[in-house]
């Protein structure tokens, strides 16, 4: 999804996957960011909360017009519905992150 948009080119890529990867675990709740996850992505849970508040937001309000394609084929089970997704509340999302 942040292909389309403009906003994150400036990101650098592994720090976008961190931040990805930080979401999708507290979206499926799965645990925060471990020693290891911090080790080997050399970021630490904090510098990655910004940049994860605006991916859910992203997901919140995505534009429904672009993209159909894509969006249909991921959801599809086959790629695990993630198009279907349920974005997290904003206020749920920033009580989790202060306490990792």
Not at 43 to 70: E, G, I, W
Request: proline content about 5%; hydrophobic content about 35%.
């Amino acid at each position: 999804m942040t292909l389309q948009e403009y906003d994150y080119a400036r990101e650098s890529p592994s720090k976008l996957a961190a931040s990805c990867l930080l979401l999708a675990l507290t979206m499926k709740n799965l645990g925060g960011w471990t020693p290891t996850l911090e080790y080997y992505s050399g970021y630490r849970s904090q510098d990655l909360h910004p940049l994860v508040k605006r991916l859910n937001f992203l997901l919140t309000y995505q534009p429904h017009d672009k993209l159909k394609a894509v969006r249909t084929k991921y959801s599809h089970r086959v790629f695990f519905e993630v198009a279907k997704a349920t974005p997290m509340d904003m206020l749920k999302l920033e009580e989790i992150l202060k306490s990792c």
